[in-house]
Nanobody, 125 residues
Framework: VQLQASGGGLVQTGGSLRLSCAVS????????MAWFREAPGKEREFVGA????????YYADSVKGRFTISRDSAKNTVYLRMNSLKPEDTAVYYC???????????????????WGQGTLVTVSS
């Protein structure tokens, strides 16, 4: 399984971006998928997840109501739509996937087997 993340860039506060994570080697619908981010000097942080089962979605409190994860099975791609961006959203964003993430443990990045290369999001104030 390979993941290819894209869509990062520079945006002003309040702006929007859509990140994409293209999956190859396996149908994305068979994977639990998530987005994590790493800001300079900070630990990897959970952003959101979309699970195999019924496409249930979960979000970090810091992004709830602003970010939306979706899955397009026909394109084998998962998206992270980010609205109302803030400077504190600045980070490298990584998509991750796993075949069987416990639904109570989706925030634990170590459980995900596959990772994309990361895409940089910079939000200017």
């Amino acid at each position: 399984v390979q993941l290819q993340a894209s869509g990062g860039g520079l945006v002003q506060t309040g702006g929007s971006l859509r990140l994409s994570c293209a999956v190859s080697g396996r149908p994305s619908s068979t994977l639990d998928m998530a987005w994590f981010r790493e800001a300079p000097g900070k630990e990897r942080e959970f952003v959101g997840a979309i699970m195999r089962s019924a496409d249930d979605t979960y979000y970090a409190d810091s992004v709830k109501g602003r970010f939306t994860i979706s899955r397009d099975s026909a394109k084998n791609t998962v998206y992270l739509r980010m609205n109302s961006l803030k400077p504190e959203d600045t980070a490298v964003y990584y998509c991750a996937a796993g075949p069987d993430i416990p639904p109570w443990d989706y925030k634990r990045w170590r459980l995900y087997n596959y990772w994309g290369q990361g895409t940089l999001v910079t939000v200017s104030s």
